[in-house]
């Protein structure tokens, strides 16, 4: 009976993975072969494109014929791989072919299968970064391979406790998703709410990290990203050591990491490598450029259309007389160049780089300069967002930059209808949003709102690393401290 | 947990919502209205009733990317029943909406100030649009003319008059402008004063400082004694003053002026005001030789002699005309708890004031 | 019983300093001079002082009956009166909260229209404001403490801009004689006074969300400190700038002393200043109406998110009927005795109440 059962349990499996080979091989890329071994003979199939042939040949065939082995365990010690899988179940077998793995069946018995590691590495090599650009630091960047990617992770965090969670999504895409964390310091709390969002994922296609990063943000409708995604190795062996947690997705080479707050998508890596003052005035004049390219254009509106009273004499006669003669109110005026600059933009992005780059000077040189001739525009708002368009690049991150670009049109529209109070409802509104907001369940506005001076440190002013002895609050480390905080410092006297 | 929000869109409907709510009739775009800068009030010859008002604004000309070019100025003048009509009747002769955000000056001529300027202040001082700083002047003659005038300098009136008075005033006359005014207006112990502006063939000039009795012009203090009023009326740094000694002038730059008021009680209920200046500053010109050690301090007793000798001359006539310019009553009343503002009126005129004004010279310039 | 509040609703007890420090400089102090001068005189900043030392001694009440009850207003009325009278008296405190927030929608509306835009409708800026003030109140506590803390920072600019006048023109000889006042005068301005320290009693609604610490009651104190110590220097700035007589005639003197603020590229600050008044204004609308929604959800178990739209509706409603100078004038004289009350009469009465009742309830307890 028992017996029976079993051999019914084989037939059925053997059928099971007949049907597989059979729907793959109507596939014209997919091999299966049969090798006759001294003993047995085996069938070989596998993904010709997506395999390394050379390896299979070389590696596989090779010491497969000399192979006097009978049965798959023995098979498996006469090639020389490391890992080597044995097993009956159809999905895995299913999965690991269609990846590129080779799979190897008895003739005799077909429902189990060995399956060995033949992947192709294809795929381009380790290039610098194109997004996030640093003067000084490291140049590695992320590509599209996990493995590879991972690789650039461990290779700087060689300890024990970095952990990688291998997980799987996408139900015809079955992308891997890798989640990383520094066990003992990244909070247990925001790890089981990663693991949490990323397999309540339903959906078909998981083609880049950016997929992972809306549906498991916090609020998906925010205009304002929540989580921080870097293609820079190093950043993201930054942000684990102090306690957050980095997703890599296969085939993207983009990180994604949390919690995060506001103040990070406005640092970059060239804060820290330059001494703490420099790098805290250019963050500085990142902060005040962001105000700027939000609020330029929206004041010119509201001042100029309602409160007069505010502009100097001296200023005064500037503004009227780059204005006289243009047709349209200020609000029209503006929008349309606003509109102008994103148009000029999008082409630049869409289109390859050196053409983009033209377009970028014609169409800015062309366009403004025959405007302001048209009296179309006052070449006073001309300079205004030209200032403001400049002023949004010198945002690090991409995410916040499109954030920042769109956030101005509200304020605009605002302005045009209510002047300075339109201007303050409005941020206000966004205010009582970025309130609401949160990043994997922390705070997104954190060390202004709750208040936490410790967190201030890295806001901002970048402040010397011997201040930066803890780990910040908001990621709720387990062990906050960054160093022994106790030893003493030395002090220094005259000719000491 | 939370609700999720949408701020875009939330700003979106709330903007569309607005959008039906507000009309667009209340937007000042700086081209399409006038700016008046500078508004002028004259008498109508044998109307009493009515006064000529008198504007100036500012046309831009398109600058078409060479720069900002000069505007020209555009003047308007009308007559109207009362002051506050003049508004509404301006609005008749002019091509866009009038706005008085942006006034610098406003003139009132001598006829208008005699009978009391509080009517035309207080359209300024209740509207929200207009400055604190706004600069208040007496004109010598027409309003009208002076605002109507070609001048050498290339400038608008308006601008013309404003660095004029500021000029002087961080110089040798004292600050005035709207706030000082409306302080002074309200305050009891203390009367405002205005300067006076005259027109002198292509050129205006500060002729002196007006004197007000509250809102009303009573007399004028000249410019070569308007340095002597500002030494009596605030201590300050600056400005230039010339001595005659024994026919002879000498020069002085003044570094620093600083005035005390004492305030004592004599027996019998009378009062008595000493008021102390020290002034500080170095010669600049002289048409005597310097000899010797002795020259410096006979200049600085000539000068103290002197200068005491006008003040006390001036500090009389003021107390003749019963107007207390110098705000001495509210000096008094910040020492007086027993001061009251319908006394002080009866007393000043008989005060015993007494100045006291002690020069010293600090330097010679660079040769001797 | 004490009334728990979920942890991750609470805000920490520098919040409430943040809090307390925004109900008490709101809308008031951009006219308070013209009233508190009007009997003081020079020596209204006496006036001040006292009123300052008056309410930390209410507060400390306040503290102390919270501090026992371990609970909100509702707890402590019941508690202390049953459940009938008990609800009533919230009823009533209920309705101080919605005027109190009935006064800061006026007033700002008044102020835009009379400041900035003449031929804006009242409709207009109401809803601006409501929809705004909506966004904060739907995110709870957290977020109303959060918007406290940032007007904290966005407002503090606009107190340096007021060096500008004691540089151009201050007199401090304004400020004497000293002490020339008859205590009846500095009592009258005093009773002024109060008025901008009545929202205070949002406290009673806030205590259960501040985590408990021994902090809190130093915090509450110190915002009260704080808050004195500006209007003290203000109302001196002011009287320095514009001598006493002058302030009779000026309605809003703090807008007033802005008007001389140049800077090369801006003039005229007050313009500014109204801009970024809104953001004073919005924690009071959004702590005063999150208050009563908070107490009738507190007693009737109501959802609070639409009993908040309905009264911001009411608000709406109500306040058109008062957007009128001599209306809201009436209003504000109303409001103002009313907050008296409460302030100086409703609270130091609960308090002793309290003491004679633990007594009695000890001695019952006892016997």
Request: aromatic fraction near 10%; charged fraction near 20%; charge should be neutral.
């Amino acid at each position: 009976m028992k017996w029976f059962s079993k051999t019914q349990q084989i037939q059925a499996k053997k059928k099971q993975l007949d049907t597989l080979l059979k729907k793959l091989m109507e596939s014209g890329d997919f091999v299966s072969k049969e090798h006759k071994l001294k003993k047995i003979s085996v069938q070989v199939s596998f993904v010709k494109t997506l395999a390394d042939v050379e390896i299979i040949h070389r590696d596989v065939i090779a010491y497969l014929i000399q192979s006097e082995a009978e049965s798959l365990e023995e098979l498996r010690e006469s090639v020389p791989f490391e890992t080597v899988m044995i097993t009956e179940d159809i999905s895995i077998i299913e999965e690991n072919l269609l990846h590129g793995q080779l799979l190897i069946q008895l003739k005799d018995d077909p429902s189990k299968g060995m399956l060995l590691d033949v992947v192709a590495k294809n795929g381009r090599q380790v290039t610098i970064p194109e997004v996030e650009f640093s003067v000084l630091g490291p140049k590695e960047s992320f590509i599209e391979a996990l493995d590879t990617n991972v690789s650039l992770i461990r290779k700087r965090l060689p300890l024990p406790n970095l952990q990688v969670k291998d997980m799987v999504v996408g139900k015809l895409t079955k992308t891997k998703v890798a989640i990383i964390y520094v066990d003992g310091l990244a909070d247990r709390e925001n790890i089981n709410t990663v693991v949490q969002r990323i397999e309540d994922i339903e959906y078909d296609q998981i083609i880049d990290s950016s997929f992972i990063v809306q549906m498991i943000a916090d609020s998906a409708n925010s205009p304002f990203p929540q989580l921080i995604d870097t293609e820079k190795p190093d950043h993201v062996v930054s942000s684990l050591v102090e306690g957050k947690i980095a997703v890599l997705v296969d085939g993207s080479p983009f990180a994604v990491m949390g919690p995060t707050n506001i103040v990070e998508f406005f640092s970059a890596f060239d804060d820290y490598t330059l001494t703490w003052y420099i790098a805290s005035a250019f963050r500085m004049v990142r902060l005040i450029s962001v105000a700027f390219s939000v609020f330029a254009t929206p004041l010119y509106v509201a001042v100029l259309t309602y409160h007069y009273q505010l502009i100097p004499n001296t200023l005064m006669a500037t503004l009227i007389s780059s204005r006289m003669g243009i047709p349209f109110p200020p609000l029209v005026e503006a929008l349309l160049m606003e509109l102008t600059i994103e148009i000029l933009r999008e082409a630049g992005v869409r289109l390859p780089t050196k053409v983009g780059q033209t377009i970028g000077i014609v169409g800015g040189i062309v366009i403004g300069t025959a405007s302001v001739q048209a009296n179309l525009t006052s070449n006073v708002l001309l300079i205004l967002v030209a200032m403001a368009a400049l002023a949004s690049f010198t945002t690090p991150n991409y995410k916040m930059n499109n954030t920042i670009r769109i956030l101005r049109f509200p304020f605009i529209l605002f302005a045009g209808f209510w002047g300075m109070l339109g201007i303050a409802a409005c941020f206000s509104i966004i205010v009582a949003h970025l309130l609401k907001l949160t990043s994997l369940g922390r705070p997104y506005i954190e060390p202004f709102v709750p208040l936490r001076i410790l967190d201030l440190k890295d806001a901002f002013i970048r402040m010397p690393f011997s201040w930066q002895k803890m780990r910040p609050i908001l990621l709720r480390p387990q062990d906050p401290p960054r160093v022994n905080t106790r030893r003493a410092r030395k002090k220094h006297d005259i000719d000491e | 947990m939370l609700k999720r929000s949408k701020p875009i869109l939330y700003i979106l409907c709330i903007t569309l919502l607005m959008f039906s709510l507000s009309g667009c009739v209340r937007t000042r775009v700086i081209d399409d209205i006038h700016l008046a800068q500078i508004v002028g009030y004259d008498t109508v010859p044998n109307d009493d009733d009515s006064v000529l008002g008198t504007i100036s604004v500012p046309i831009y000309t398109q600058s078409g990317g060479s720069g900002v070019l000069q505007p020209q100025s555009d003047n308007m003048s009308v007559i109207a029943h009362r002051g506050s009509q003049i508004r509404s009747n301006l609005e008749s002769v002019s091509e866009y909406p009038l706005e008085v955000g942006k006034l610098m000056t406003i003139l009132f001529s001598k006829d208008i100030a005699e009978k009391g300027l509080y009517t035309y202040i207080d359209f300024y001082k209740r509207n929200p649009d207009v400055g604190r700083g706004i600069v208040l002047a007496v004109s010598d003659g027409s309003a009208g003319d002076i605002i109507n005038g070609q001048y050498k300098t290339n400038r608008l009136v308006s601008e013309y008059i404003m660095n004029l008075v500021n000029n002087n005033s961080r110089n040798n006359s004292p600050k005035t402008n709207l706030h000082y005014f409306l302080y002074s207006y309200y305050n009891a112990g203390m009367d405002p004063f205005l300067p006076i502006i005259k027109k002198e063939e292509d050129d205006l000039k500060i002729e002196g400082i007006a004197l007000f009795k509250k809102d009303r012009y009573v007399d004028m203090i000249p410019y070569s004694q308007a340095f002597l009023f500002k030494m009596l009326y605030q201590s300050f740094a600056g400005g230039n003053f010339s001595v005659p000694i024994k026919d002879k002038y000498v020069s002085i730059s003044s570094i620093s002026s600083r005035v005390s008021y004492r305030f004592k009680k004599l027996k019998g209920g009378n009062q008595e005001i000493t008021i102390k200046i020290k002034q500080k500053g170095f010669l600049r010109e002289t048409e005597r030789k310097l000899e010797g050690t002795t020259t410096i301090p006979y200049i600085q007793k000539a000068m103290e002699k002197y200068l005491t000798k006008n003040a006390n001359t001036m500090v009389k006539h003021l107390q003749e005309l019963n107007v207390d310019s110098l705000g001495l009553g509210d000096h008094i009343r910040s020492n007086d708890r027993g001061w009251n503002a319908e006394k002080w009126n009866e007393v000043y005129p008989h005060l015993n004031i007494k100045v006291n004004i002690d020069v010293e010279l600090k330097q010679t310039g660079i040769t001797d | 019983m004490p009334l728990k509040i979920p942890e991750n609703h609470q805000v920490s007890s520098s919040a409430l300093f943040f809090i307390l420090y925004q109900i008490q400089v709101g809308i008031g102090i951009l006219a308070y001079q013209r009233t508190v001068g009007l009997h003081a005189e020079a020596d209204g900043w006496i006036s001040i002082l006292f009123c300052g030392l008056a309410v930390q001694i209410v507060l400390w009440m306040m503290l102390q009956l919270l501090d026992h009850f371990q609970g909100d207003l509702i707890t402590i009325h019941t508690s202390l009166f049953g459940k009938w009278l008990g609800t009533g008296l919230t009823i009533m405190y209920i309705f101080y909260y919605l005027g109190m927030a009935l006064t800061v929608l006026n007033s700002y509306v008044s102020i835009v229209q009379v400041w900035m835009f003449p031929q804006m409708s009242y409709w207009e800026i109401a809803v601006l404001l409501l929809i705004v003030g909506y966004s904060f109140i739907s995110g709870g506590l957290r977020s109303i403490s959060g918007i406290c803390l940032l007007s904290t920072i966005y407002s503090s600019p606009l107190f340096i801009t007021l060096i500008f006048p004691v540089e151009t023109s201050g007199d401090f000889d304004n400020m004497l004689p000293l002490f020339s006042h008859t205590p009846e005068d500095m009592f009258f301005s005093l009773k002024e006074m109060a008025l901008n320290f009545e929202g205070i009693s949002i406290i009673f609604m806030v205590y259960p969300f501040i985590k408990k610490s021994k902090k809190v009651a130093s915090w509450a104190q110190y915002s009260v400190f704080l808050s004195t110590f500006l209007y003290t220097v203000l109302y001196i700035i002011s009287v320095c700038y514009f001598n006493t007589d002058e302030l009779d005639h000026i309605l809003w003197p703090t807008m007033s002393l802005w008007k001389i603020v140049n800077l090369p590229f801006m003039e005229r600050f007050e313009y500014i200043g109204i801009t970024i008044w809104l953001f004073v204004i919005l924690p009071n609308l959004c702590l005063t109406i999150w208050g009563g929604s908070r107490a009738i959800k507190r007693m009737f178990s109501i959802n609070q998110r639409k009993l908040v739209l309905v009264i911001l509706a009411l608000l709406l409603i109500c306040g058109s009927f008062f957007n009128n100078q001599l209306l809201l004038e009436k209003w504000n004289e109303l409001q103002s005795l009313f907050g008296l009350g409460v302030l100086f009469g409703y609270i130091p009465f609960l308090y002793f109440y309290h003491l004679i009742v633990k007594k009695v309830r000890k001695h019952h307890a006892k016997a």
